[in-house]
């Protein structure tokens, strides 16, 4: 058999194993199906700029974006196990990547994915979602001046771990009945 028909089928199976590990390390991951235009580099790489907005004054960078049939799905990946549904400022955090990358590539992202250890959760980009984002942004704008601002108490376990516990005013008690 020819020497070069061997090497060139060699390489073709070779590069199907390659493509087919990295398909199956991709949705392992919890990522879509399409190729990974983005990814934070604590994750992958070396390091990128933030993507910014300058309309909403929003930067950020988000774990993954992926691109799967012409749209671009940006991927907030969480360590530990999922919830019974998103926890809502991992909502907002992937909403905030969706307006992020709508800005950054020109196109609107239709969802995104929150990724947990052993989930995954679709968040769709709607126009509501994104006045709800801006409404909360705004929000947060106008607290930055504030000398104090109530905080949200809804998690004791978040509560129980946060590492202004021993200075805040309006934390849970530490062991609750």
Known sequence: MNPLLIAVLVLLVIGSLLLWLGMR???SMGLPAGTV??????ILGSPEKPF?????????????LVKENGAIIPVEV???AAPESPREGHVYQLLAYCRLAEVHYGRRPPYGIVRYANRSFRVD?????EQELKELLEEITMCQGKE??????RDPARCRACGYRSICGERLPANPS
């Open 25 to 27: 390390r991709q949705k």
């Open 37 to 42: 235009l983005y990814s934070d580099p604590v």
């Open 52 to 64: 910014y907005d300058p309309e909403w004054k929003l930067a950020g960078k988000p774990d993954y």
């Open 78 to 80: 969480k360590s530990g």
């Open 125 to 129: 980009y709607t126009a509501a979602a």
């Open 148 to 153: 104090s601002v109530a905080r949200s108490h």
